[in-house]
């Protein structure tokens, strides 16, 4: 048992029970804006150096500022539509960081999927019949495409987009770039950051705070 944690009741505890601790620098970012952390700690919690440092040296190199523009332009996109994120399996973890970017920056509703999981179930459901066409209009979904992926699954991925152009679904592919795995998860990560920005300005909505999560802590007390 090891504890990962900025402090608080679960540093005291670790510390009460003689428990092994890793304390991250305490810099007021919320917790979804702080993978990078927790990604340095769990690699160096398991010791596996080489990763290590073959992540901090990946995530020197970028520049997250770059991304902006990209970003600022598919948040243009989004506006007014329930963003879907598909991906990989071995991607979902992506996917579903986008969607949480998007429900607590954003503040709207946002889901994410994976494949091949989601062609037995969840596509049935934009196939949309003239009484459900309207509910099937509000939805948008982002494609996180990776080279590196299984072509069977690439192959799913270019057949399910192509099915839902058809049927006049908005579709927005976005490509893992990077040369290592590290740059491809923190590029895709930082990108989907500036969508989330910019999003959450065009509904004139505070990006960094979950006012409802604090309200709920409360009230569970």
Do not use: C
Not at 42 to 58: F, M, P, T, W, Y
Not at 95 to 115: G, Q, T, V
Not at 187 to 209: R, T
Request: hydrophobic residues 45%; proline residues 5%; glycine residues 6%.
């Amino acid at each position: 048992m090891a504890a990962i944690t900025v402090g608080g009741k679960l540093l005291d505890l670790a510390k009460k029970n003689k428990i092994p601790f890793i304390q991250i620098s305490d810099t007021g970012i919320e917790p979804r804006m702080a993978i990078g952390f927790m990604l340095k700690a769990l690699l160096k919690l398991v010791g596996d150096e080489k990763n290590l440092k073959e992540a901090e040296r990946s995530v020197s190199l970028m520049k997250p500022g770059l991304l902006e523009h990209q970003g600022r332009i598919l948040a243009k996109k989004l506006s007014g539509f329930v963003p879907i994120v598909y991906a990989s399996q071995k991607n979902i973890g992506l996917a579903y960081n986008w969607k949480i970017k998007f429900n607590e920056s954003a503040k709207i509703p946002s889901f994410a999927n994976r494949l091949p999981e989601l062609n037995h179930n969840e596509m049935t459901s934009f196939d949309p019949a003239p009484s459900t066409k309207s509910l099937s209009s509000k939805f948008y979904f982002i494609f996180l495409k990776d080279g590196a992926d299984d072509k069977r699954i690439m192959k799913r991925m270019a057949v399910l987009e192509k099915m839902y152009r058809q049927r006049k679904l908005p579709v927005e592919i976005v490509k893992l770039r990077g040369k290592s795995i590290w740059q491809k998860i923190f590029s895709n990560l930082s990108l989907g950051d500036w969508v989330a920005y910019y999003l959450a300005l065009s509904y004139g909505v505070e990006p960094e705070g979950v006012p409802m999560v604090e309200e709920f802590k409360r009230m569970i007390k």
